[in-house]
């Protein structure tokens, strides 16, 4: 039987005060930061078996570096709607760790956007983007902007106030933003083009999730969601299991969710069920793609509408309630913590057998434990989407040198570093005798990456 935190008792006393003071010292100078507490929990409970047989990292105080961002900006985002009114919001950028290269993560536009949001996602953004094996640092941003019932015109004004002060921290070898919650394709142009416009320079590479016909790379759209399921097809292998033939449980109907449900499609599962903030959808024959995608992507309306085309679906509100469809494996691709301990059980009652985190720490604590001690296979947010921030960072390489590769080229490539984010994830469990926990692969495998460089840049 695994735990979450096994070996956390067996390790020595002096690594033990040291993770603890770390840990104690985030609680208090970053107080009523819940999801930034949360990811910074989770991170050092597993690592303390490295801390104790590479002592280099505590002697050159790595913890208590990485869990501060090298740069938090806050700013005013003025805007008129409209009616004629002047709006203000507030935007966010986190630099949190340059050491692999210029930070990189998304922008998310949603009202629960905060100090804590954005710091627990730039926490997460370091170690998967050094698991993606790409030169990106770990960074993320965005707004308490809620896009939902805006007109186009006031989603273009807002973004162009946003990045009239984002330009000031980013660019091609600096910072380079992409989409999250809230931002996709439309926002990365609108965003561009006021970039594009007070620099004077066309910088493809200062953005990442960009349209085809601005330098965007073919498959970033799809990346996260297929990458999802590479990885979780790897995993299904590596345990005599198949997708094919099993049902599938997938929260949202955004970008993540609608590429991991098509893949998983295009493999043989059955996808069931889908969802919005609202309430989900279950269809028993199957979800129908097609409609998804065009309520979703191009009417941007919500997901209850399903049903009125295909009356045998049933809509039920409160989107939690998903998590008690019975499947075989579920997909949480929403939001954070949407899977609490609760719905854990309910999962794990129903028979799941494997579950892969596409949204950022979608599972509660509680619930990842509840998932490892019965043995049910689990992706860990930071190896399972990497996908996504993997192809922006071709995207930055097609841009540098001004190639466009193809959609299978980059399929392909997006496939191997799927593959090779598993395998490292295993070996890094199986080195600290933790095997099988990939939560703890995917946090060693990812921290000791960004540790090593640390100490090769010395303390600056
Ligand atoms: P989208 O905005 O495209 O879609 C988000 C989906 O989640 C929508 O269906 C939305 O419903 C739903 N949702 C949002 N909040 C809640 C909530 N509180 N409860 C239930 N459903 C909710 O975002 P993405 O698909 O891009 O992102 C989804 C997740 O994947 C996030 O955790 C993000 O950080 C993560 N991620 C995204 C990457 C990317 O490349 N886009 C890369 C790596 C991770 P509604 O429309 O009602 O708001």
């Known amino acids: 039987m695994q735990t979450f935190e096994k070996d956390f008792t067996k390790v020595e006393d ?41 002592p280099i990292y505590i002697k050159q105080n790595i913890l208590e570096r990485i869990v501060e961002p090298e740069r938090f900006i806050s700013f005013r985002v003025p805007w008129i709607d409209d009616s004629g009114n002047v709006q203000v919001n507030r935007g966010f950028r986190v630099q949190f760790n340059s050491a692999l290269g210029p930070y990189k993560g998304g922008l998310r536009f949603h009202p629960s956007v905060n100090n804590s949001i954005i710091k627990f996602l730039g926490f997460e953004q370091i170690f998967k983007n050094a698991l993606t094996g790409q030169p990106i640092g770990g960074g993320k941003g965005g707004s308490d902007f809620d896009p939902k019932g805006k007109s186009d ?81 790897e995993m299904l292998k590596d345990h005599n299991m198949d997708l094919r033939g099993t049902t599938v449980v997938v929260s949202g109907s955004g970008n993540v969710s609608i590429y991991a449900m098509e893949k998983a499609m295009e493999l043989g599962a059955k996808v069931v069920a889908c969802s919005d903030s609202d309430g989900y959808i279950y269809d028993e024959n199957g979800i129908n793609l097609k409609t998804v995608k065009r309520l979703k992507e191009v009417e941007r309306t919500r997901i209850a509408n399903y049903i009125a085309e295909h009356p045998n679906a049933v809509y039920s509100e409160d989107c939690t ?47 990842i434990s509840i ?90």
């Open 371 to 460: 998932f490892l001690e019965n043995n049910i296979l689990f992706g860990p947010a930071k190896a399972v989407n990497a996908g996504g921030v993997a192809v922006s960072a071709l995207e930055m390489s097609q841009n540098s040198s001004r190639v466009s590769w193809s959609f299978n080229e980059v399929d392909v490539k997006l496939k191997a570093i799927m593959r090779k984010i598993y395998h490292d994830c295993v070996e890094a469990a199986d080195e600290y005798n933790n095997s099988g926990n990939l939560v703890a692969g995917a946090n060693i495998a990812g921290f000791t990456k960004v540790a090593d460089t640390m100490i090769s840049l010395g303390v600056i």
């Open 153 to 233: 015109t006031e989603i273009m004004r807002f973004c162009q106030s946003f990045m009239s002060e984002l330009a000031n921290h980013i660019g091609p070898d600096i910072d380079v933003p992409a989409g999250d919650i809230g931002v996709g394709a439309r926002e990365i142009g609108y965003l561009f083009g006021q970039y594009k416009k007070m620099k004077g320079r066309y910088e493809a590479g200062v953005l990442t999730g960009k349209g085809l016909n601005f330098n965007g790379s073919l498959a970033r759209k799809e990346a996260t969601g297929y990458g999802t399921v590479y990885f979780l097809q």
């Open 14 to 54: 002096s690594v033990q005060q040291y993770v603890t003071s770390v840990h104690k010292k985030v609680l208090d100078k970053n107080p009523n930061e819940n999801e930034f507490h949360q990811a910074v929990g989770d991170l050092l409970h597993t690592i303390t078996p490295v801390l104790q047989k590479h």
């Open 321 to 367: 309630g998903i998590w008690s469809i019975p499947c075989d494996i579920a997909l949480p691709c929403a939001t954070q913590n949407e899977i609490d301990e609760n719905a854990a059980n309910n999962l794990v009652f129903n028979g799941v057998r494997a579950i892969a985190e596409g949204a950022n720490m979608p599972c509660t604590h509680e619930a």
